[in-house]
């Protein structure tokens, strides 16, 4: 009786590469150990064995991108001789449960509606309606009756991108056939063409331009999802100009010698679909302000003198919670059209490292005492260095803090990492001109730069955030009369 292992839940991005089998193909394995490492723009997680025995089969290839899903089959593990399962027959339901050959016909989750609970039984939405969570609650939001729903996921489950595509043939968006394919987000036919792509995949292909004809499909029956559209955007747009910028022998189009050509993948390649995004989606409009530091750098040094082990990072960090609460629009999400103001102050703390720009989260900043909020921020950003961090510690983020100074700029015109509003950067500390009482004197003072989702907030906004953290920064006594 073979085992299948399946992508847990791990709580990483969408997708991902599979960076690393530690496993090979005819080796031993015991339950628990780790056969495979992925890889997403928030973290790494391994995947152990569910069960001892020989690894039979791999599934995917070390360096392939896939979509990170729930009970996605990675491997399978059985004795030596036994048969192994195609992934066509994992989706048609053979073998899948605990055991790849146990004859359950529950199906596993293929695709990113299908959610291992929905999908390994379904509940009922109605009388005898199978549904995924998502699917349901879109149905309630969209007040539609499940029952008149085909589903195409798992066992016939109806899954959201079935809701949204009957809400589409509802209004006049119907397929050639009159019925939505199966896909990610509801694959239809797409007119006379007869290319299947999703409803988001159609509407993202129309706002960028793009030729469905042109882009490869990868959801179920190949079907274009958005994903790929975004790919295709990022990557595929450019490569019939690289093709003919670049030569045979290595050289542009005006004969300059390539010496390199990197391709984006794993972490960097993700970052750059979600930055681009952000930028292209986002209206970002940018304000900075010179913010004298010197009372903070004393009141640092009082408190070092006390035993408290704080950096100028940790008092800005901690006055940037408290701006925060004061301001809420700042501390917010953008979603689904709505301006989301959220009660926990969780603020990113951008850190560079090997795999390019990971944000840290810091939960509840002005609810820590200043040595605490202290080391949990050395913890992340020590743990993102090493590469240790889990998903957990990049997650929940409401606002966003990168200090550039360290690479001796002023400012930074900083894209807002999504949902989020807002992003802070911190400029390298520098003298100023300061007009006292008549006479000129330098003083020590950094330029913050604030970008803004100009969606939701205004050059207004921005002004009273970067006044009220000079406020706090310029004054700290005010704030710390005990030190």
Partial sequence: MVEVVRIPKLGLSDYGDLVSWK??????????DIVAVLESDKASAEIEASASGTLLAQYVEEGDEIAIEVGTPLAVIGEEGESVPSVSELED???????????????????????????????????????????????????VDLTGIDGTGPQGAVTESDVESHLESASGAVTDDGDSSAGDDGAETEGATDV?????????????GVDLTRVEGTGPQSAITESDIEEFVSTEATADADAAASGADGTTDDGLTVSESRTLSGTRKTIAQRLSKSAREKPHVMGTRDIGIERLEEVRDRLEAQGVDVSLN?????????????????NAHFEDGD???????????????????VVPVIDDVPDRDLEELAAERRRLVDS??????GAADLQGGTFTVTNLG???MDISYSIINPPEVAILALGRRKPIPVERDGDIAFERAITFSLTIDHRVLDGADS?????????????????????
Avoid at 340 to 352: C, F, H, M, Q
Wanted: aromatic share 6%; hydrophobic share 40%; net charge negative.
């Fill in 93 to 143: 339901g053979e073998g899948s449960g605990a055991s790849a050959a146990s004859g359950d016909e529950t199906a596993p989750p293929t695709n990113g509606d299908a959610t291992a609970d929905a999908a390994s039984g379904g509940e009922t939405a109605s009388a005898d309606v199978k549904a995924t969570p998502r699917a349901k609650r879109r149905a309630n939001e969209a007040a």
């Fill in 23 to 32: 496993v090979d193909v005819g080796e031993d394995v015991e339950a628990g």
């Fill in 463 to 483: 002004g009273a955030f970067l006044e009220q953290l000079a406020e706090y920064l310029e004054y700290p006594g005010r704030a710390f009369d005990a030190v």
């Fill in 384 to 389: 993102v260095l090493e590469n240790e961090h």
């Fill in 339 to 357: 301006h989301r103001l959220i009660d926990e102050v969780n603020v990113g703390y951008a850190v560079d490292s090997d795999r390019g720009l």
């Fill in 406 to 408: 360290v690479f001796d």
């Fill in 196 to 208: 299947k792509a999703t409803p988001r995949a159609k509407r993202r292909a129309a706002e960028d």
């Fill in 314 to 330: 940790d008092l800005i960090l901690h006055f940037v919670g408290r701006t925060l609460e004061d301001l809420p629009a700042f």
